[in-house]
T-cell receptor
Framework: DAGVIQSPRHEVTEMGQEVTLRCKPISGHDYLFWYRQTMMRGLELLIY????????DSGMPEDRFSAKMPNASFSTLKIQPSEPRDSAVYFC???????????FGSGTRLTVV | AQSVTQLGSHVSVSEGALVLLRCNYS??????LFWYVQYPNQGLQLLLKYTTGATLVKGINGFEAEFKKSETSFHLTKPSAHMSDAAEYFC??????????FGKGTRLSVIA
C-alpha cells in the first residue's frame, strides 16, 4: 500500500482565494482524520470521519472550513475564503480503529499571502 | 477531557548518550498512549503504543516507553542516541473511542 496520499504538498495562495486539500486514505481504513499543525498551537484535530460519515467537526475553526468524504478512498478539506492565519501544515491520517495508531500523510504546507 | 503534557520543548543530547523524553497524561479512565516521530518536512510516524498488558513497550529504532499509572507518565527512552534520532517527538493519548490528542512535541537534537 502506498500509504496515505495527500495533495498538493505545497500550496501558496492569495488571501480570499478558495483552497482545496485532498487526501486518499489507506484502503480498508474506516477512520479518516484531518489535523492542522502550527508552531503556536501544535497538532489540532479539525474533523474526523467514520465510514465516510463526519463524526466530530468541533475542531473546524470557522464556517470558512468544510470537509467532505464522498467515498472510502477520497476526502477533501476546503477553505473558502482563505486568510493568512490559515497558513499551516495540514495532515490527513487514517486508521482501522479510532484507538489504533494512525498512518499520516506527508502533509500539505499551505501559505496564504 | 484527556490531555498530554510533554516536558521540555527542546532536548539536546550527545551521540551515544541516553535519550529521555517526558510525557505525562491526564485521564480519568485507562488510556491508550502513543509516541510518534516527525522528521523535517514529513508526516508523523508511529514509534510505539501502549494499549493494555505489558507496561514496558518496545518500538522501532531502539526506542521504548514505560506506562506508569501511579505517575500518569509514559516517558520515551533510548539507551544510546544516534545522529539519525534528531527529530520532533510527539506523545498522544486516546480514551473511550476518542481521537488521539497530541502533546506540543519535543525537539530532540543530537550532538556529535
Amino acid at each position: 500500500d502506498a500509504g496515505v496520499i495527500q495533495s498538493p504538498r505545497h500550496e501558496v495562495t492569495e488571501m480570499g482565494q478558495e483552497v482545496t486539500l485532498r487526501c486518499k486514505p489507506i484502503s480498508g481504513h474506516d477512520y479518516l482524520f484531518w489535523y492542522r499543525q502550527t508552531m503556536m498551537r501544535g497538532l489540532e484535530l479539525l474533523i474526523y470521519f467514520n465510514n465516510n460519515v463526519p463524526i466530530d467537526d468541533s475542531g473546524m475553526p470557522e464556517d470558512r472550513f468544510s470537509a467532505k468524504m464522498p467515498n472510502a478512498s477520497f476526502s477533501t478539506l476546503k477553505i473558502q475564503p482563505s486568510e493568512p492565519r490559515d497558513s499551516a501544515v495540514y495532515f490527513c491520517a487514517s486508521s482501522l480503529q479510532i484507538t489504533y495508531g494512525y498512518t499520516f500523510g506527508s502533509g500539505t504546507r499551505l501559505t496564504v499571502v | 477531557a484527556q490531555s498530554v503534557t510533554q516536558l521540555g520543548s527542546h532536548v539536546s543530547v550527545s551521540e551515544g548518550a541516553l535519550v529521555l523524553l517526558r510525557c505525562n497524561y491526564s485521564s480519568s479512565v485507562p488510556p491508550y498512549l502513543f509516541w510518534y516521530v516527525q522528521y523535517p518536512n514529513q508526516g508523523l510516524q508511529l514509534l510505539l503504543k501502549y494499549t493494555t498488558g505489558a507496561t514496558l513497550v518496545k518500538g522501532i529504532n531502539g526506542f521504548e516507553a514505560e506506562f506508569k499509572k501511579s505517575e500518569t507518565s509514559f516517558h520515551l527512552t533510548k539507551p544510546s542516541a544516534h545522529m539519525s534520532d534528531a527529530a520532533e517527538y510527539f506523545c498522544a493519548v486516546s480514551v473511550w473511542n476518542t481521537p488521539l490528542v497530541f502533546g506540543k512535541g519535543t525537539r530532540l537534537s543530537v550532538i556529535a
